[in-house]
């Protein structure tokens, strides 16, 4: 591990790490062609952020379960994990094999959005779950207090959409995949019979399909 990326680590616990050797496991990407990589360490993180975020958001709202699912789901996405991983600079310190590198592995969502996880799956296993809930809870404070997850998710929306003007469900097709698996590419076409189609791209199916869907209400609805 680099003197940055110590540095990196020093300034986001508040103290030096003690195992270096698991927090270089976690700012590991398998196409450095590492013994270990992140994956295992993004795993435990994932849930671990979860259920930090489902705990804050019963403490702090009245809402009832499929609202607080929606906020829940919204603020634990790839999409919020990278934004959370970009705001504190995460990329200048993940390691990648050279060809990720030339493929802009280190401004993909779904590498940024998985290291972040392995960082909380890290500090979960070397600091225990009261000081990773701090550490969530202080990372995640922005899109907490913002308004993640409080507007209708547009697939919903659209869905809600097409019952209300008596047409039959939006039909999600893939387009075109593209780019190497750990950047890949996913384009998606979204129709309602009668209506019309729109297209977007995104870094995964899921994320696509909601673009495709947020596209195609604001052509038609």
């Not at 702090?60 to 699912?69: C, I, P, T, Y």
């Not at 000081?131 to 697939?155: E, M, Y």
């Not at 469900?169 to 893939?174: A, V, W």
């Amino acid at each position: 591990m680099n003197s940055e990326s110590l540095d990196f680590l020093t300034s986001l616990l508040g103290h030096p790490p003690h195992d270096k050797d698991l927090w270089l496991e976690a700012l590991t990407h398998g196409s450095t062609g590492a013994a270990r990589d992140y994956q295992r360490l993004e795993f435990l993180g994932d849930r671990v952020l979860g259920m930090v975020i489902a705990e804050w958001l019963f403490q702090l709202e009245a809402s009832d379960e499929g609202r607080m699912s929606q906020r829940l789901n919204a603020l634990v996405s790839r999409a919020t994990c990278a934004e959370v991983a970009r705001a504190i600079d995460l990329a200048d310190h993940i390691l990648l094999g050279k060809q990720a590198r030339e493929d802009g592995g280190k401004d993909s969502d779904n590498i940024l959005g998985d290291v972040m996880e392995a960082l909380i799956g890290a500090s979960f296993v070397a600091e225990g779950f009261d000081a990773t809930r701090d550490l969530i809870r202080r990372l995640w404070a922005d899109p907490v207090a913002g308004k993640a997850g409080q507007a209708k998710h547009p697939k919903s929306a659209l869905q809600e959409w097409a019952a209300g003007n008596r047409r039959r469900g939006p039909e999600y097709r893939l387009v075109e995949r593209s780019g190497p698996d750990h950047a890949a590419r996913f384009t998606v076409a979204v129709s309602i019979n009668g209506v019309g189609e729109a297209e977007a791209t995104g870094t995964s199916m899921r994320e696509a399909e909601t673009a495709a869907a947020a596209a195609f209400m604001q052509r038609f609805g």
